[in-house]
């Protein structure tokens, strides 16, 4: 049995009026009252940042946010810095989602100077790797991973690597239906902690979470999270509603 601590984060992407968002930890939170077992984590749009925070005071769940700029401040509007995430009451932070590198050009370069800057505010970093459908389909996943994963690691050391989380999205699964089955999502999993341990050793790779996202849903969490090569998830549509959200939480460990 693995011993690293399950994450499961919910994406909320572009949702909730920050009121709804308030309204959705009222919901969820008794749902999972006294849930220890995973690590529970909480992403909502910046302007619910605060409502989620005060909300979840006194609960098991924590806030992140959905992005960052690796600037520590300046003239850059519309961007959000880790200081002001940390501010606000955050404790962790999506990185790199596919969503950011398809529709607002962010790359693995990018990914990586963000990283470093969301450790250096002690952010817990949630990374995004995973490959198109054309470039799954055409045998090129695990060449994908290994250059995401490299990329997105260079030049950290293993001591401030210990907080990083990597989520593996395979892109064709996200809002789409689709879900890798548990078996893909394993072995991919498995090509990720592989060059983890190149980059910074086999200590912090066997540490290392690294979640599955892509369609998960309250019918396929258990399947999913019960392979021990995942370590939690990263929840799009599914978390949008406490009921099935706290579902997905609460799946039955085999």
């Known amino acids: 049995m693995s011993q690293r601590k399950p994450l499961i984060a919910a994406n909320w992407k572009m949702y909730k009026t920050p009121a709804e968002a308030t309204a959705f930890v009222q919901a969820f939170a008794p749902l999972v009252k006294g849930h220890t077992r995973d690590e529970i984590v909480l992403c909502p749009s910046f302007l619910s940042v605060a409502n989620v925070v005060a909300a979840v005071q006194g609960t098991n769940l924590h806030v992140g946010g959905q ?62 790797v995973g490959e198109l459908l054309a470039e799954r389909e055409g045998g090129k996943t695990e060449e994908v991973l290994l250059r995401q994963t490299v990329k997105a690691l260079a030049n950290l050391t293993p001591e401030v690597s210990r907080a990083i989380v990597i989520a593996y999205e395979p892109v064709w699964a996200i809002g789409t239906g689709k879900t890798a089955t548990a078996e893909m999502a394993a072995e991919a999993h498995l090509i990720i902690r592989s060059q983890v341990a190149r980059s910074l050793g086999h200590e912090v790779a066997n540490a290392m979470r690294i979640l599955y996202g892509g369609s998960v849903k309250p019918d396929n969490a258990s399947s999913l999270l019960n392979q021990p090569e995942i370590d939690g998830a990263l929840v799009g549509g599914a978390s949008l509603d406490p009921q099935s959200f706290a579902k997905i939480v609460n799946y039955t460990q085999s």
């Open 67 to 128: 992005n960052m700029l690796w600037q520590e401040e300046g003239a850059f509007t519309g961007e959000t810095s880790a200081a002001m995430l940390h501010a606000a009451g955050c404790t962790h932070v999506i990185l790199g989602h596919s969503e950011r590198r398809q529709f607002f050009g962010e790359t693995d370069e990018t990914v990586n100077q963000k990283l470093h800057t969301a450790l250096k505010h002690k952010l817990v970093p949630i990374v995004c």
